[in-house]
């Protein structure tokens, strides 16, 4: 009940704070030597997945050369503005659909910005020989490849058995990449309608045979637009259930894995990369269509038509379609929201990016996840450091709850976003 209740007033305040300001003339403002996170975004997929809501179409090669082409010319246009990057995450879609042009493109990115960090999505079915030598002399460090579960049941209720293998098939492709990047993860997600503890104990063993370096757990995340379809070929979302789920992984995978957030588990320490949102940079630049970004202090997002895109790009002008600015104590619960998604928010880093008022903003916020047994106050190690927040056992799942609804607030703004848009 009380999960419940939760999962209800995190999606109106998070519902309220996707309403972007869609047309006028969003403004990109001058980069700075602040070190920020990349992201770059190819739209395309060899066949769509019933319970995705990212922005996604049919592949089509020539679309798709165009596509990079432009993407290249959008990278260029972040450098001229002064911008510098470290990192840079490859998302999609499917990145490695043209895994020539993506090289071309990482290295693209490379010459502009001094990254010292590349991560890309990838699916089983692209675990080949060729892929991996291209990924490599493309610097990548973390290969995150999307998998969902070994169950063969679900991967055929998915869509996704007679694209990717069985479960076995896809467990094997892992085994035989493990080695070649620095870290190889895993994408899974709990919560299907019909995956019940047996079935999530049977993918944990595999998990932990591979002893993969990184596995990242989402929840389920169905968006308004996809629910019906999800409901028709899985079952209905019973969100009832996946606190009991979360609990069974945490209690499987933390013996040998760390939390690098509260559902990306690590066997190393600072593993810097987990996923495309922000843990490690207070900020990140979204490229390409569709692609969200967050820049000093407001959220914007690249406009959704792939054809408009690459006109765009090619007139010489930024994609921008919509922006949100947020004031500073949406800025402020951003970063507390982020921060804490790592498992712990320090204190005296807050207040001085802030210049205090970090309490007299957040006070509501703080008390309530204290009151809700979701935090726990302590002094750092080192005097300088000051004290940090952490999150309590019952914390990691309460930032499960938020950021599953962060995602899917994210996910109707791109329903809303693609709502009238005409795909080439």
């Known amino acids: 009940m009380l999960n419940s209740l939760i999962t209800k007033i995190v999606r109106r305040e998070f519902a309220r704070s996707m309403k972007f300001e869609e047309g006028g003339n969003p403004q990109l403002l001058p980069g700075d030597a602040m070190p920020r996170l990349l992201y770059l975004h190819i739209p395309f997929c060899e066949k769509l997945c019933p319970y995705c809501s990212f922005h996604r179409l049919p592949f089509r090669e020539a679309l798709g050369r165009d596509y990079f082409a432009a993407l290249r010319k959008e990278i260029r246009m972040y450098w001229e503005r002064g911008y510098v990057f470290r990192g840079l995450y490859v998302g999609g879609g499917t990145p490695t659909i043209m895994i020539e042009e993506l090289e071309e493109t990482l290295a693209c990115a ?119 379809s999800v409901s028709n070929t899985l079952g209905p979302v019973d969100y009832g259930r996946e606190e009991t789920l979360y609990r069974q992984i945490v209690k499987r995978l933390t013996p040998i894995y760390s939390f690098s957030s509260a559902w990306c588990f690590s066997r190393r320490q600072n593993t810097a990369i987990i996923d495309e949102y922000i843990v490690d940079y207070d900020e990140y630049a979204g490229l390409g269509s569709g692609a969200i970004g967050y820049l000093h202090g407001a959220c914007y997002a690249n406009t959704f038509d792939i054809g408009s895109y690459i006109e765009r790009i090619n007139r010489g002008e930024l994609p921008l379609w919509a922006s949100r600015n947020f004031n500073r104590k949406e800025k402020m619960r951003y970063d507390f929201l982020m921060k804490l998604f790592a498992t712990k928010l320090n204190l005296k880093d807050l207040q001085k990016k802030y210049h205090g008022g970090l309490y007299r903003n957040l006070w509501p916020d703080i008390l309530a996840f204290f009151l809700l047994g979701g935090l726990r106050y302590q002094t750092c190690p080192e005097p300088a450091e000051g004290a940090c927040l952490h999150l309590t056992p019952r914390g990691h799942y309460l930032w499960v709850i938020m950021m599953r609804e962060f995602f899917i607030a994210v996910n109707n703004f791109r329903d809303y976003c693609r709502n009238g848009v005409t795909i080439l």
Do not use: W
């Open 110 to 228: 490379r010459d502009c910005f001094p990254l010292q960090e590349i991560s890309v999505e990838t699916n089983p079915n692209h675990l080949t020989d060729n892929n991996l030598a291209a990924l490599k002399r493309a610097g990548v460090s973390r290969l995150s490849v999307g998998i969902q579960s070994f169950d063969n049941g679900l991967l055929k209720a998915m869509d996704r058995y007679d694209k990717y293998g069985s479960g076995e098939a896809i467990a094997a492709r892992m085994r035989n990449t493990l080695g070649n990047f620095a870290t190889l993860n895993a994408d899974m997600i709990f919560n299907f309608p019909s995956q019940d503890l047996k079935v999530l104990d049977r993918d944990l063993d595999v998990l932990l045979g591979l002893e993969l370096d990184q596995i990242t757990y989402y929840p389920l995340m169905v968006s308004d637009s996809t629910r019906q």
